[in-house]
């Protein structure tokens, strides 16, 4: 097809289909003959979840906890997952947030699989091409199952010979968001979590907010934004008095320098819960909780520009996607719901590419609301916000939240046939009306 993936850093091999552009099975899977690298078994149970700190809620679990253990890969490893279905009523799936898998492995029920019934089982083969923070969860009943816990952090190391990817960092750790019957965890847990770094080191944060809402990053101390939805920001400056917001579904890596022997900074995340790093032995209290900052970091501008490997400005499709709000009673329920292009799930349009196409997305909210939309599949790159162009680093997205009365134009290639489910991320949004697919083969 000639086309690459879409910006630079990200992965070149999309592993979809030969030089002729034709398409065939076996660009939606992964070579079935190659054995893995990374394998996991995750087992899926519906029950009661402990939250360590708090209590316990009635959800669901992988492989006991919730979230569930976190997958860690290297760039370019084939990644095999055999996803057991124990004891969830509705049918369980895995969808690989983020990641750009072939899509017969995207996990959507009803869409690129059957939902796995108790029982059953399911395997999960993709090469991970893409260094970054990627979550799991199920994409059955997602309103429920990943509300009630069925998901898990994924994270994908930069290959040893690639290279140091944004700030070079020595200590890695994830924080995951997540909200259990309204208790705000950190990995989990009701708490803050330390960690324990040397003087100047450098600890690459791994934020991700499985939640329904807007999640805030702040700290008294400057940090960096080294990658936004598993993409490097290009030469991220310091963060000094504003907050990060990270949409549903998103996530943000965001490097802090520890400080001083007999020192902590403190990271708030997610708004609740902290991280705080540095000298195992100093108090806590060294670094006390500050307030939110009122302003947010614009990341249409941040980071310094370099050029994108597609050429935006002459798309070979373009597509508007206006969502606005339609008060109606659908199946006796009176309420709300969501339409894009004045059309509700599953009436909406097809979205129809073809390989290798540049696409643009012309999204409006007209709606009253705020909506993270989330394209599955494939990374968005960010060119303009309200009819103003970017101008940072290129601002890579899977998972971009769009307010009340904000445009965005956003472009992608479209690189990975198959059918991708391009949908509001507050998963009720979805259940009413807000979602839409990108299909092409
Ligand atoms: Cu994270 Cu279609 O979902
Ligand atoms: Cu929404």
Not at 157 to 181: F, I, K, M, N
């Amino acid at each position: 097809s000639g086309h690459s993936a879409g910006v630079p850093g990200a992965g070149e091999a999309s592993g979809t289909g030969g030089a002729t552009g034709a398409v065939s099975v076996t660009s939606l899977i992964a070579d079935p003959d190659r054995p893995a690298d990374v394998r996991v078994e995750l087992v899926a149970r519906e029950g009661t979840v402990e939250v360590p700190g708090g209590r316990s809620i009635e959800g669901y679990t992988v492989n006991g906890t919730s979230p569930g253990p976190e997958i860690r890969a290297e760039q370019g490893d084939l990644v095999e997952v055999e996803f057991v279905n124990e004891s969830v009523a509705d049918g369980a799936t895995l969808h690989w947030h983020g990641i750009d898998v072939p899509n017969a492995a995207d996990g959507v029920a009803g869409i690129t699989q059957d939902a796995v019934p108790v029982g059953g089982r399911h395997v999960y083969r993709f090469v991970a091409e893409d260094a970054g923070t990627y979550w799991y969860h199920s994409h059955q009943v997602s309103h429920v199952q990943v509300e009630r816990g069925l998901l898990g952090a994924i994270v994908i190391e930069p290959a040893a010979t690639s290279g140091p990817s944004g700030d070079a960092a020595s200590r890695d750790v994830t924080a995951l968001l997540h909200v259990y019957g309204g208790q705000h965890t950190l990995n989990g847990r009701v708490a803050d979590e330390r960690v324990e770094a040397e003087p100047g080191e450098t600890v690459r944060v791994r934020v991700i907010n499985t939640d329904q809402g807007t999640a805030s990053v702040w700290s008294a101390e400057p940090f960096r934004v080294v990658a936004t939805d598993g993409h490097d920001v290009n030469r991220p400056s310091d963060v000094e008095g504003q907050r990060l917001l990270i949409p549903a579904g998103g996530r943000a890596d965001v490097s802090v320098r520890a400080p001083a022997a007999g020192h902590v900074v403190r990271l708030h995340v997610g708004g609740a819960r902290s991280m705080v790093i540095g000298d195992a032995s100093a108090p806590e209290a060294s670094a006390p909780p500050v307030r939110q900052p009122k302003e947010t970091l614009d990341l249409l501008a941040y980071g310094a520009p370099t050029p994108l490997s597609f050429d935006a400005s002459a798309p070979d499709r373009s597509y508007d996607y206006v969502i606005a709000r339609r008060f109606g009673i659908i199946d006796g329920r009176p309420g709300n719901f969501w339409t894009i292009n004045g059309r509700m799930f599953p009436d909406v349009p097809m979205f129809d590419v073809t390989e290798g196409d540049v696409v643009v997305m012309h999204l409006r909210n007209d709606s009253g609301d705020v909506h993270p939309m989330h394209l599955h599949g494939h990374h968005v790159v960010v060119l303009s916000r309200d009819g103003v162009a970017a101008s940072g680093s290129p601002w890579v997205v899977d998972s971009l939240d769009v307010h009340p009365g904000e445009s965005y134009d956003i472009a992608f290639v479209a690189d990975n046939p198959g059918i991708w489910s391009d949908h509001c991320h507050t998963l009720p949004h979805a259940v009413d009306g807000l979602i839409a697919h990108v299909m092409y083969e």
